[in-house]
C-alpha cells in the first residue's frame, strides 16, 4: 500500500479530483474498488488527491505533453519518458510508458531493447541521440557533454529539444515520487539488503583473523 493516505470518492474535492476520478474509474471509490484499465490500482490518483492543487497541477502536465501542439515526436517524448522510469528503477513509470510506445506502433524489439538501448542495433540516429540525451539528463543530473549536445542541437529544433527536455525531467520526478511513495508498481521493498552470513561465521575469518574497529 502508499506510504500516504489515499483518498476515498466520498471525500474527495469535487472540482479537479472528482471528474478524474469518474474518468478513470467510473462510478467506483477508487480505494474500496482499486484499478484501471492498464492494470495499476490507481493509488497514483487517491494519493495525490491529497492535494487537490497538485493533482490539477501533475493533470495539466499529462495534458501538455500529449497536446497536438507538442513539436517532438511523440515516438520520442515517450523514448524519454521510458528510459527516465528505467534509469530511476521506476516499475510504474517504465511500464506505463512501455504501454505507451505499444500504443504509439513501436516494435517489440525497440521495447525490449530500452534497458539496453547503449549496444542495440533496433534504433535509428533520432532515437539514439534522444535515448543518449534522456540518459545524461536522468542519470547524470544534466551533465550533457557538449559534443553530445551539438549532435543533438543539429538533428532538432531548439523547442523540440526543450520539450524532451522537460518532459524527461518531468517524469523523472514522476519516478522518484512513486518510488518514495510506494504508489502503483513501486509498492515493494528495496531489494539492496544486507544477506545473513550463515550460522557460525565469524568476521574474523572473513578479514583473514584481523579484527578491525567500526
Known sequence: MPRL?????????DKTVLPLYAALFGDRDPVAEPGTATG???DWWSVFANSPATLKHAA???AYYRSPERKLDPVLRELGQTWAGWATGSQFVFSQHC???RGLGVSEAKIAAIPTWQT???YDARERLVLAYADRLAC??????DALFAE???EFSDEEIFE???ITCLYQMHAVMSRALRTEFDDRDDPIVEVPAPEGFDAMDFLGGERRGG
Do not use: C, D, I, N
Open 60 to 62: 495539466q502536465g499529462f
Open 164 to 166: 524532451l527536455t522537460y
Open 40 to 42: 495499476t490500482r490507481g
Open 140 to 145: 547524470h543530473g544534466g551533465r550533457v557533454p
Open 152 to 154: 543533438v542541437k543539429a
Open 99 to 101: 504501454k505507451s510506445l
Open 5 to 13: 493516505r489515499e483518498v476515498p470518492r466520498a471525500e474527495a474535492e
Open 120 to 122: 542495440a542495433s533496433v
